[in-house]
C-alpha cells in the first residue's frame, strides 16, 4: 500500500541553523516525491519534486531534498533556516493519477 | 491568472443540508482533485479527475460527488451533510499528473 510518513509533528530550529525535516515512502514502482509548503490559513505551495535524476533535488526558497532509495527516504532540507520559513510542511507520493500526503510537520524557526 | 479559486470561503451547515463547493482553474490543467484535511491527518484525496467529463473516486470517496462537466471547474457536492465533513476543503490542479497547485481552501462545518 503506498504511504508517507513524517515522523515529527514538529521540528524546532534556531535561525541561521541547517534544518531537516524528515519523510520516508512506501510506493509500488518508482516513487514521484514531493514537498509543499502551506502557511497559515493558505492552501500548500510546490516546493520541489523528484522525478528522476540526480536524487539532490533543489527547490524553491533554498530549499533542497534528498532521495535515498535504500532509505526510502525524502528528507527536506536547508542550510541556514530563516524565520519566514516557519509553516507546515508536508511530503507527498504520486501513485499512478492519486496522490499521498504525509500528516504534515510544523517548522518553527525561532530567532 | 487567477490560479485556483474556491467559492465558498466558509460554510455552516445543519446535518442533513446539501451544497456544492466549486473549484475553478483557469490554467488549462487537465487534472483536478479534491481533498480534505483534518488534524494530524494531512490531506486525503477525495476525488479526481483526468479530463473534461471525466472522475475518479480518491482515498476517502464516501458521502462525496463530483461533476467535470467543463474542463476549468471542478464541483464536489455534499448530498446530506455529517458532522464529520467538518474539514477544510483544497482543490487542486495539475498539468499531467505532477505539481499541483492549490486553492485556498473551504472551511466547512456541520452542525
Known amino acids: 500500500a503506498q504511504s508517507v510518513a513524517q515522523p515529527e509533528d514538529q521540528v524546532n530550529v534556531a535561525e541561521g541553523n541547517p534544518l531537516t525535516v524528515k519523510c520516508t515512502y512506501s510506493v509500488s514502482g518508482n516513487p514521484y516525491l514531493f514537498w509543499y509548503v502551506q502557511y497559515p490559513n493558505r492552501g500548500l505551495q510546490f516546493l520541489l519534486k523528484?522525478?528522476?535524476?540526480?536524487?539532490l533535488v533543489k527547490g524553491s526558497y533554498g530549499f533542497e531534498a534528498e532521495f535515498n532509495k535504500s532509505q526510502t527516504s525524502f528528507h527536506l532540507k536547508k542550510p541556514s533556516a530563516l524565520v519566514s520559513d516557519s509553516a507546515l510542511y508536508f511530503c507527498?507520493?504520486?501513485?499512478?493519477?492519486?496522490?499521498?500526503f504525509g500528516s504534515g510537520t510544523k517548522l518553527n524557526v525561532k530567532p | 491568472n487567477a490560479g485556483v479559486t474556491q467559492t465558498p470561503k466558509f460554510r455552516v451547515l445543519k446535518t442533513g443540508q446539501s451544497m456544492t463547493l466549486l473549484c475553478a482553474q483557469d490554467?488549462?490543467?487537465?487534472?483536478m482533485y479534491w481533498y480534505r484535511q483534518d488534524p494530524g491527518m494531512g490531506l486525503r484525496l477525495i476525488h479526481y479527475?483526468?479530463?473534461?467529463?471525466?472522475?475518479a473516486k480518491g482515498e476517502v470517496p464516501d458521502g462525496y460527488n463530483v461533476s467535470r462537466l467543463k474542463k476549468q471547474n471542478f464541483l464536489l457536492g455534499l448530498e446530506s451533510a455529517a458532522p464529520s465533513q467538518t474539514s477544510v476543503y483544497f482543490c487542486a490542479s495539475s498539468y499531467g499528473d505532477n505539481t499541483q497547485y492549490f486553492g485556498p481552501g473551504t472551511r466547512l462545518t456541520v452542525l
Open positions: 490554467m488549462n490543467h487537465e487534472y
Open positions: 479527475s483526468v479530463g473534461e467529463g471525466t472522475t
Open positions: 507527498a507520493v504520486r501513485d499512478f493519477n492519486k496522490f499521498y
Open positions: 523528484y522525478i528522476t535524476g540526480d536524487n
